[in-house]
């Protein structure tokens, strides 16, 4: 079956970063588009950065110049480098995969980023 998986949260100081992992299983990994949002207490999740099959990049305002998106079709894996982190920036991130041709679209369960002041 699909399956998304996150890992890379956890705890840092502002200013610090993060590498947060989603590996993908059960997809054609290649042919899908790949997102990260975000989702803090309190607040509507919203799109930190996605990357299309052919490797074109997209990302939030408030986030552009620290987050950078990437993917390893060799591994399955879309990746987010968090720099310069923000106690703002705390939130569950998650992953989506979303296949442009047929609409489907597959979400991770989500890994904690918590940024200390």
């Known amino acids: 079956q699909v399956r998304l998986v996150e890992s890379g949260g956890g705890l840092v100081q502002a200013g610090g970063s993060l590498r947060l992992s989603c590996a993908a299983s059960g997809i054609a990994f290649s042919f899908y588009t790949m997102d990260w949002y975000r989702q803090a207490p309190g607040k509507q999740r919203e799109l930190v950065a996605s990357?299309?099959?052919?490797?074109?990049?997209n990302s939030a305002d408030s986030m552009k110049g620290r987050f950078t998106i990437s993917r390893d079709n060799s591994k399955n894996t879309v990746y987010l480098q968090m720099d310069s982190l923000k106690p703002e920036d705390t939130a569950v991130y998650s992953c989506?995969?979303?296949?442009?041709?047929?609409?489907?679209?597959?979400w991770g369960q989500g890994t904690q980023v918590t940024v200390s002041s």
């Open positions: 989506s995969a979303r296949n442009t041709l047929t609409s489907y679209v597959a």
């Open positions: 990357i299309t099959s052919d490797g074109r990049t």
